[in-house]
């Protein structure tokens, strides 16, 4: 579950974490007394859930009380277009007004789980401010990398050698070891899967703030955490992902033709890459689980032919927990209920596989089936393109 700035710089607050003084709005005219109790000048950002704010003008630093008011107004309810938007962009609905502050070194933090060492690691920089795969790129010396044993925690020498390692000397490198293991209890505290400060501010003054603040919460631990369910903001998620969460299904919409069911992750990206092989795209990516009853698969079937952009549908079934006459019982419900055009293709195996083909047989229905992977992409993509 991702975050707007505005929330993630609450949670670090919590736990000790120095941030600029600032307030979240909804409406110019809010815009105009938050900079009035903070004083200028103020940051005024755009809150939406991607990078690349500012390039996209989401970001503006207004000097005087005319600047709020103006700004706060290009900004609000704007679409933005970043590169994490796609080209459909984001509309903002809340903006945050933040203090200015005088800038004197930017440092780039952040923690997150490497699953290739499974555990975590925290990486930085002193390019603070700059894209990190393009510091990583072309000047990957500049790169810092300490990982943590989960069963310890961050130690007090990696922040030192971290903050030694960011040229920060005397009471700037004091302040930001404690920031470092600070955040870390963030990180540990919250069970979040990514924790980025980019950048890391260091004041004139020698003090040491997240200017700007990424969290990242991890869905699976969030039963630790139902406060947290609170911040969480449907209106910055695809509808049909929001749809498909209430079914306990995991869907992500794609840009391609082709629907897909699929129970199991590891088949989902398969299914995935042969259809790209066969020449077509898949439209989604839906794992409808090992133990899905014959309602959630009605309910899977409806939500990936609810988008407009599919031509045909793939369901590639290998029968475990979930029976293949379960799946066909539900797809049947779902083709019945909801009237569906679009062709579909239909590979399945296991449990009961031979009941399951016997009821899509005797349905009455236009099913097309197959009976390997293969086939099923090929004949898939080529319904897709006759539409």
Request: overall charge neutral; hydrophobic content about 45%.
């Amino acid at each position: 579950m991702n975050l707007h700035e505005y929330q993630a710089k609450e949670l670090l607050s919590r736990y000790g974490v120095k941030v600029p003084r600032g307030k979240m709005v909804e409406s110019v005219a809010d815009a105009a007394r938050a900079a009035e109790e903070l004083g200028l000048p103020v940051v005024i950002k755009a809150q939406i859930h991607a990078g690349g704010r500012g390039k996209a003008g989401g970001v503006k630093l207004a000097r005087t009380a005319a600047d709020v008011p103006k700004m706060a107004g290009e900004i609000l309810g704007k679409k933005l277009v970043t590169p994490q938007t796609g080209a459909e962009g984001k509309e903002v609905r809340k903006l945050l007004v933040e203090e200015g502050l005088a800038i004197q070194q930017e440092l780039y933090l952040s923690f997150l789980v490497d699953r290739s060492l499974g555990r975590p690691v925290c990486i930085a920089s002193s390019a603070g401010g700059m894209e990190i795969e393009k510091v990583a790129a072309e000047t990957p010396e500049k790169i810092l990398r300490a990982e943590v044993d989960p069963a310890v925690g961050l130690r007090p020498y990696q922040a030192r050698r971290i903050a030694y390692g960011l040229g920060l000397v005397e009471d700037v490198h004091r302040k930001a070891v404690a920031f470092l293991l600070s955040l870390y209890q963030v990180f540990r505290g919250l069970d979040c899967s990514l924790l980025e400060i980019n950048p890391c501010l260091v004041t004139e003054e020698g003090e040491v703030l997240a200017l700007d603040a990424k969290i990242n919460l991890d869905d699976n631990a969030l039963f630790r955490h139902k406060d947290l369910l609170l911040l969480r903001d449907i209106t910055e998620e695809a509808p049909l992902e929001v749809e498909a969460s209430k079914f306990g299904l995991n869907y992500i919409k794609l840009d391609g033709d082709v629907g897909c069911m699929v129970n199991g992750a590891g088949l989902a990206m398969a299914t995935m890459d042969i259809i790209k092989l066969s020449g077509s795209s898949p439209a989604n990516f839906l794992d409808v689980g090992g133990g899905a009853s014959a309602e959630q698969v009605k309910n899977a079937f409806r939500i990936l032919t609810s988008d407009p952009q599919v031509k045909a549908v793939l369901i590639n079934i290998f029968g475990g927990i979930l029976r293949c006459d379960r799946l066909a019982e539900g797809v049947i419900a779902a083709v019945q209920e909801l009237g569906v055009k679009a062709p579909i293709v239909i590979r399945m195996e296991g449990t009961n596989v031979e009941l399951g083909k016997k009821m899509l047989a005797e349905s009455g229905l236009n099913f097309t089936t197959a009976n390997s992977m293969k086939e099923a992409a090929e004949k898939v993509a080529n319904l897709a393109r006759s539409r």
